[in-house]
């Protein structure tokens, strides 16, 4: 298991960008998967991107073209920089990290992102 601290949510205007960032502690970073997922009141929580540990990268359909997820190894931080935010992209963002060998994984406490004018 280990700890997920996110970062960077915010309120931006539609077209806008935000950069959002997740640091893990308490494991090793490189063995896991590590993903974001969303959840807006009243809907489930769905995977928005998730990278590999070799780099591979996953993304929703609703967010392909405008998002890219990023890991630096070094820092144990996951990024996902998302742009032309438009305000279906509201919702609580939320880090996971899936270890890839025990297939446990742990949750971040999420941030909030609200794209309004």
């Known amino acids: 298991q280990v700890d997920l601290v996110e970062s960077g949510g915010g309120v931006v205007q539609p077209g806008g960008s935000l950069r959002l960032s997740c640091t893990a502690s308490?494991?090793?970073?490189?063995?896991?998967?590590m993903g974001w997922y969303r959840q807006a009141p009243g809907n489930q929580r769905d995977l928005v991107a998730h990278?590999?540990?070799?780099?591979?990268?996953n993304y929703a359909d609703s967010v392909r073209g405008r998002s890219t997820i990023s890991r630096d190894n070094a820092k144990n931080t996951v990024y996902l920089q998302m742009d032309n935010l438009k305000p279906e992209d509201t919702a609580v963002y939320y880090c996971?990290?899936?270890?890839?060998?025990?297939?446990?994984?742990?949750w971040g406490q999420g941030t909030q992102v609200t794209v309004s004018a």
């Open positions: 990278i590999s540990p070799g780099g591979s990268t």
């Open positions: 996971n990290a899936l270890n890839m060998i025990t297939r446990y994984d742990s």
């Open positions: 308490g494991g090793e970073f490189s063995l896991y998967q």
